[in-house]
Nanobody, 115 residues
């Protein structure tokens, strides 16, 4: 089993920054990839950023240049640094981990960007 606990969400004005954290119950080396996804009501969950076990990162076009995914293996933690936030970034953000027996999700953290 894998537990993922997100934190760091909140309310911020447009142009501001937030850093999300995701602490995993297992070593990050256990996972082939970890990522951040987001979802707004009535829409499908979308991938925001992903980091592979080898450290390769990839981003949705809508966040390139503004968001950065990183990890601290010693703390079993993955981060999402979000800068220049826009109202359209408002969503519930979920951490996900790809493990050998499946994909695991955190409970989500709300990010609200006011205009």
């Amino acid at each position: 089993q894998v537990q993922l606990v997100e934190s760091g969400g909140g309310l911020v004005q447009a142009g501001g920054s937030l850093r999300l954290s995701c602490v995993a119950s297992r070593s990050l080396l256990s996972f082939s990839a970890m990522g951040w996804h987001r979802q707004v009501p009535g829409k499908q969950r979308e991938l925001v950023a992903i980091i592979s076990s080898g450290g390769i990162t990839n981003y949705a076009d809508s966040v390139k240049g503004r968001f950065t995914i990183s990890r601290d293996s010693a703390k079993n933690t993955v981060y999402l640094q979000m800068n220049s936030l826009k109202p359209e970034d408002t969503a519930v953000y979920y951490c996900a981990a790809d493990w050998v027996i499946g994909k695991y999700w955190g409970q989500g953290t709300q990010v609200t960007v006011s205009s």
